[in-house]
């Protein structure tokens, strides 16, 4: 057995610093047996109260007036960035039932790429702003990591952060990143449930359960589930079956100290789906020279299931959340919050490639005769883990006729991965290209654990301190600078190939140990002006630096972004806006002009084809938001983005040859909007543009390099059958547009989008 070895070390970092750290954030709250003493603290920071859910006719469903994390600590309309609000009211108008169909309420924001070559990719696959930013993905503001799908019954709101986000949340992608806010236990007895059924043998209910078990204490418990069964309108076999529950507790919610305990299981087990052939689309074109016929022939039926029924997806996941609040005098506050998380997926796909050699035509004039080979069996057996502690001061005080909110913190985060390889996934016989059979038998199919792994380990301390400075009541300014150092250990096992080491026999077992640390900087800086108390203009500037192992995987590829001898990717982003909050503060609207550099992408050098760091690419664009009441009873949200994407300095990465980044539409729109009227009748109808996507380079030939622009309209009626019951109905993709949703890197395979279906859901509460 060969073994590989390459370490690169900064200066270590060992726990019991870290502990030493965590010890200084007490002092700071010394003073905390004193009574709260109104009369020092600001008038535009009064000591934060407990939170009180109340269930019933909200003023404004649609807007919100901060962000959930304790970082931000003005209103959205005093914050300097471009942060989208999606609440739990306008996913439920809409049905929306996973992260994936909430994030079409921000624009340019969606899962477009399917995957390279023979693998599909999984789960919230996010690109955001010309960048993947699926490991930016976090619960109530600690990581989540899984390439899984995310329900959102148990979901109170999804921010978006646009820009980079280093500072707020360590390594991360350069564009983005989003935070899904848990339900908690609250002071009020309430009961919410659902009960959905609609095309595609949609079938799904939810229940929402509210209990105070002491008022004067402020003891509560809160439990949220979920069982669906559906299949998918636009899909034969394809199947979404999962089920999950949500316990919460919450303690002294009318007090100085509050604690909550929650807990999140999930189950999924479904059939996965791995695309159709892109053959008959828009700019396919033969693979095959000498079959030039294959450029007029047919596109597929979209519904077509080219694997196999016997493949699977099977998700198991934990969260146990521990969060604690306190305050103190003169408006300090300390929030705790401790998670443990595990996600497990198990996981097989039939897929494919149409290249020459797997697309068969014994008969150009019979169409019917030809085949299309299902020999790609690719496998997933994950686990991800993730043990962390965050602690957050905030702290108000003034200093002359500056008043300060500071908010300094601690965080300690070990994040582990763990992955198998398989043999024995059997073969599957070609398909008949225009009536796959999915049903076939599949030879040979005994998956066991072969010996190929890799084990992955991420320990990170983290330390920020921001500062948000109020000059008068015209000027806010903000700065915040926040250190990360990481420790990466990556093991793995491998089959040697010929090319990858042409030493050893083909099939050999290689070892290889790989290891990288170092601490990240991200610092932002932000002014703000306010002409009038409901508005604001501003001008940010922030960096964020995502080093190789983000997405827990080191490579010693000479290629690779993932190579321990690169150093972190950086980007900085200069952002300026502007926000209004006019009538009465119920409806936001917004408009910002970015520009996002990403330096030190791994580029090879033509002349000593060596690889270096010296790729740039930059996304420049707006963005202009809608969020709120219009009127009484007519509630809106919309957003368009217009993003020009460019690669300055490196070779060009998509197929088409077009100097653009992929998987980035140029323009995106998306809009939704309501009106009750006086009988109890809701009418509400959106419309969601994505332009068209350009798919990654490489050696694919006759694949289309792109997926048009389309538009899709939806629309949704509900009434109160009584002051408990009411009756919804959503109509998804009124024109039944075809469209591709998402392209794979090679152009092979797609995902077709939804065609038009409907539900009808009970919404119940009392």
Do not use: C
């Not at 919100?64 to 309309?77: C, G, H, I, N, R």
């Not at 198998?420 to 398909?431: K, M, N, T, V």
């Not at 790989?514 to 610092?523: H, I, K, Q, S």
């Not at 119920?586 to 002349?607: I, M, N, R």
Request: aromatic share 8%.
């Amino acid at each position: 057995m060969a073994t590989i070895k390459s370490r690169k070390h900064a200066n270590s970092f060992n726990l019991h610093i870290n502990a030493t750290l965590a010890a200084m954030l007490l002092p700071v709250a010394a003073h905390a047996g004193n009574p709260p003493d109104s009369a020092h603290q600001h008038p535009n920071h009064a000591r934060a109260m407990p939170e009180v859910t109340v269930n019933g006719a909200a003023e404004n469903d649609f807007k919100a007036d901060k962000a959930s994390s304790p970082k931000y600590t003005e209103e959205l309309v005093n914050t300097a960035q471009t942060i989208t609000v999606i609440r739990k009211e306008l996913i439920q108008q809409q049905g929306a039932v996973t992260l994936t169909e909430a994030l079409r309420n921000t624009p340019g924001v969606g899962t477009f790429f399917l995957g390279e070559n023979g693998n599909t990719t999984t789960g919230d696959a996010i690109y955001m702003r010309g960048f993947d930013s699926s490991t930016s993905i976090y619960v109530d503001g600690v990581r989540d990591i899984g390439s899984v799908s995310r329900d959102v019954f148990n979901i109170e709101q999804v921010d978006v952060l646009k820009g980079p986000a280093g500072t707020d949340n360590g390594r991360a992608a350069p564009t983005g990143s989003v935070n899904l806010v848990s339900k908690q236990a609250s002071v009020e007895d309430a009961f919410s449930g659902t009960v959905t059924a609609g095309t595609g043998s949609v079938k799904r209910a939810t229940a929402d359960v509210n209990r105070v078990i002491n008022a004067q204490s402020g003891t509560a418990f809160r439990l949220n589930v979920m069982a669906q069964d559906s299949g998918n309108p636009a899909r034969d076999i394809v199947n979404n079956k999962r089920w999950a529950v949500a316990p919460s507790f919450a303690f002294g919610l009318n007090g100085r100290t509050r604690a909550y305990l929650n807990f999140l299981h999930v189950d999924q087990d479904n059939t996965p789906d791995g695309g159709v052939p892109t053959i008959g689309l828009p700019g396919y074109s033969s693979p095959d020279p000498k079959r030039p016929f294959l450029a007029s022939a047919a596109p597929v039926d979209p519904k077509g299931f080219y694997g196999s029924a016997t493949d699977y997806d099977k998700v198991k996941a934990d969260m146990l959340t521990f969060k604690v609040e306190h305050d103190f005098a003169r408006g300090a506050r300390l929030q705790n919050t401790s998670r443990y998380g595990k996600t497990a997926q198990d996981y097989l796909l039939t897929a494919f490639m149409g290249n020459t050699a797997n697309l068969v035509t014994p008969d150009q004039a019979n169409p019917a005769g030809w085949t299309l080979a299902r020999t790609l069996r690719t496998v997933k057996d994950q686990s991800n883990e993730i043990l962390t502690n965050q602690t957050a001061l905030t702290l108000d005080f003034d200093t002359g006729a500056v008043s300060h909110t500071v908010v300094a913190g601690l965080e300690l985060t070990r994040e582990k991965q763990k992955t198998y390889g398989y043999d024995g996934l059997g073969s599957l016989a070609p398909a008949p290209l225009y009536a796959p059979d999915p049903f076939l038998p599949v030879a040979g199919l005994n998956p066991v654990r072969n010996g190929v792994h890799s084990d992955a380990r991420v320990d990170t301390q983290s330390l920020y301190l921001f500062d948000t400075l109020r000059v008068g009541d015209k000027w806010i300014f903000n700065a915040g600078v926040r250190a990360d150092h990481f420790d990466i250990d990556y093991n793995s096992m491998t089959l040697s190939t010929a090319r990858s080491h042409p030493a050893l026999p083909v099939g050999t077992l290689v070892a290889t140990a790989l290891d990288t640390a170092d601490t990240l900087v991200n610092g932002k800086v932000s002014a703000l002006y306010k002409p009038t108390p409901e508005s604001s203009v501003y001008a940010l500037l922030a960096t964020s630096r995502q080093p190789p192992g983000t997405n827990l995987v080191l490579s010693n590829s000479a290629n690779s972004a993932s190579n321990p001898r690169f150093e972190p990717q950086d980007s900085t982003t200069a952002e300026i806006g502007a926000k209004w909050d006019l009538l009465k503060r119920k409806l936001s609207l917004s408009a910002a002009l970015y520009q996002t550099t990403v330096k030190k992408e791994v580029e090879q050098d033509p002349v000593d084809l060596q690889y270096y760091q010296t790729g740039r690419k930059r996304v420049q664009g707006v963005e202009i938001g809608v969020t709120g009441e219009v009127a009484r009873n007519w509630l809106a949200s919309a957003g368009y983005t217009r993003m020009d994407t460019e690669v300055e300095v490196g070779k060009v990465v998509t197929a088409s040859g077009i100097n653009n980044l992929s998987y980035t539409p140029k323009q995106a729109f998306t809009a939704w909007t309501s009106y009750t009227l006086p009988i109890g009748l809701k009418l509400g109808g959106g419309a969601r543009f994505v332009d068209k996507l350009l798919r990654g380079s490489d050696g694919a030939v006759g694949t289309p390099a792109y997926a048009d622009s389309y538009w899709v309209f939806d629309a949704m009626a509900s009434y109160n059958l009584s002051k408990n019951v009411e009756l919804q109905l959503n109509v998804y993709n009124l024109g039944d547009e075809q469209y591709i949703a998402a392209i794979n890197k090679s152009g092979y395979r797609y995902t077709p989008g939804a065609p038009r279906s409907a539900s009808l859901t009970a919404n119940i509460r009392f």
